[in-house]
C-alpha cells in the first residue's frame, strides 16, 4: 500500500506532496469505501493539513485530483446519488492556542458582529459533536421518503432502506408538520451496541470493526438492509435542510434552540447535553463538563460544537465558502496517535503475573504524554503482533490505560524478531508459568522476587488500602533494592536514621513517611484485608468479608464452604483465601502487622440483610444529575447492592440517567424497574 514514510529524509516539495496525496488517498479510500482505516483520524488530518500547507505554497502544483480539492467522502457507485435540496455544509475546526477554542470563537463572533466589551454577551447553544455520520433525512406531508449521506455536500448517496430500520427515527411525523421538512443529524453506534456487535461478528468468524463510527459507516452502507437492520443505529437531530418557507406556510423559528425543541416534540431524538450558553465562558465551562463526562456518556464524541442561537444572527454572519460562520466544531485531545515502539519490557505484577509493556516512543494522546501501552498477554501480544521499531496506534480513553490499537504493517522496516514471553522471570530468574486455561504468565518466586514484594508493599501502601501517605514506588524501590524492607511489618520497623540515609532523602521527607507509617496504623478491617493482596479479594469482597465476619480471626480460620456463605465470595475466591491463610508466612505476617501496632475496630458479624440494598442487582445507565458513575457504585456497593454492566433478568433496578440508551429500552422490554437518581438515593438511605 503507501510508501510515505514518517521518518524518511525529507524529499523535494513536489515529491512530498505527490506521496501526501496517494497516502490519503489510499487512506480515504480504506476510511469511506472499506470501512476500514488503518490511520488514526489525527494522523490522517495532520498529513492533510500538511499537503495543504504545500499546496499553498505552491499552489502550481495542485493536481486537480488531490484529496484538498474534494470536500467530503466520494459517493459509492452502488448507491442512488441524491442531489441536497440544500447543501449540507461543513463545520469549521477551531483550534486551542493560548486561548481556548471557545474563546477565539465568541471573539471572532463579535468582530465579525461590530460589537465591543461593552455589548452583552451573545447567546451560544453548545452540543456534543457526535462521531458518527452526518444524515438528510426527507419527509414529505409528514412521511419519511429518503434518508440520505452528506456525501460532498452537494451530492450524496440514497440509503434510505438501511435508515428506516433506525427505531429512533420517525417514519411518521405528528399533523401539523411542514408540508417539506429536513432533519439532519448524526448517525451513530452506542459502544455496548458496538461491543455487542463485534462479540457477534467474531462469534460468526467475520471482520470485527474498528470503532463504533466505522461499524456505523459500515451498517448505512449495508446493501442488504436485512444485515443493516441487525446492525443496532442510534440517531441526533442538530438542524434543519430543507424547509417549506413561511410564505407557504411553514414555520417561524427565532432560535436554534427553539427549534431543537420542536424538533424534540415531533419526535426526534435530541441530545439532553445540548445546552444554551451566554457567552465565551460558558462555552468553557462547557467544554470542560463535556469532557469530563466523555467517557461515561455511553457514546463516542469527539468535542463540542457552538453555534450562536439566534437565527437572525446566523443570517446575518452568513457563510465562507462552505462553512457557516455562526458555528464551529472545538475538538477533545485526540484519543488515537501513531507513534513507534523502542522495547517490549515484561513486568512483574503483585501476584507474580508478567505482563508485557510496549515501550513507545513519547507521545500525546488522550490529554497525557504516554510513554508505556499494555500489551496484556502473550496471546493478545501475538494477536497484535507488536513487534520492536513497529509504527503503531496508541489509544488513551479517559483513566483506561493506554492500549495499542494496532501495527501499522507497511511501515514495518526489515523482519523484527516476534514477541515471545520469557520462560523464566525477569526480575528474579525465577521460572515463569502459564497454566492451562490461564492468559498469563506468573513468576514462581512467590516473595523470593523483589518486584512481587515491591508491589506487595505498593498495594498494601495505596489509598484504598492502608494509606500510607508519601510512599510512592520510587521510594519502595529504593528500599527493596537497598535491603532494608523485605515483608510489610519492615515498614512499621522503619527507622529515621534508615531513612534519612536513602539518597535524595530530606529530614523533613524522612519525618512525614514516618508520620505517615503510624497514621496508617488505625485502619479498618477491609482496608487491612484488601491491603493484604490475597488474589481475587478486591475492595468490595474485602468489605463483604469483613461485614459477615466481623473479625479477621474468623475469616483466617473460615473453613471454604464459611466463605462461600459470603455474598460476594464464588469457588475460586474461597479457595484463594484458604490458600492465602494457609500458608504460615502469610498468617506470620499479619501477626507481625498486629504486633507492630496496626489495629481496627472489630464487630460482631453482621447479618447481612441489615443492608438496605443487599441482594439487589443494579445496572447504571446515562449521567445521573449529580452523582458520578464510581461514586453511584461505591454508594449502591456500600448499601450491600452489587453493580452490574448488563441488564439481564436477574437485575433489580437500572438506575437511569440524562441519555440513557439501550440499557434502558432493555429494562423495559424485560420490565425491569427504573429508578432516578432521586429513587436510588431514597433506597440507599433505606427508605424503599
Ligand atoms: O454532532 C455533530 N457531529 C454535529 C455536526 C453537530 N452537533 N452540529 C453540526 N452542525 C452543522 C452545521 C452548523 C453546518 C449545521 C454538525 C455539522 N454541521 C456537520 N456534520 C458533518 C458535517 C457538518
Redesign the pocket.
Known sequence: MTTFDLFAPEPDDAALMAQLRQTLHDHAHRYYVLDAPTLPDAEYDRLFRQLQALEARHPELITPDSPTQRVGGKPLEQFAAVRHAVP????RTETDTQASGAELFDARIRRELGLTALDPAIDYVA????D?L?MNLRYERGVLVQAAT?GDGEVGEDVTQNIRTIGQIPLRLPAGVPAVLEV?G?VYMRRDDFEALNDKQRAAGQKTFVNPRNAAAGAVRQLDPAIAAQRPLSF?A??LGAVTPPEAGGPVWQSHFELMQTLKSWGFPVSELVKCAQGAAELVAYYDAIGRQRDALGFDIDGV?Y?VNSLALQRQLGFVTRE?RW?VAHKFPAQEMLTSVLAIDVQVGRTGKLTPVAKLAPVFVGGVTVTNATLHNEDEARRKDVRVGDTVIVRRAGDVIPEVVSVLLDKRVDEPAIFTMPRLCPVCGSAAVREEGEADYRCTGGLFCSAQRKQAILHFAQRRAVEVEGLGDKLVDQLVDAGIINTLPDLYRLGFTALANLARMADKSAQNILDALEKSKQTTLPRFLFGLGIRHVGEATAKALARHFGQLDAIMDAPEDALLAVADVGPIVAKSIRTFFDQAHNREVVEQLRACGVTWAEGEPAPVAAQPLSGQTFVLTGTLPTLGREEAKALIEAAGGKVAGSVSKKTSFVVAGAEAGSKLDKARELGVAVLDEDQLKEMLDGGA
Open positions: 449540507m455544509l461543513s463545520i452540543e456534543p459533536k457526535f458518527g452526518a452528506r439532519r448524526e441526533y442538530y438542524g460544537v453555534k457557516p458555528a
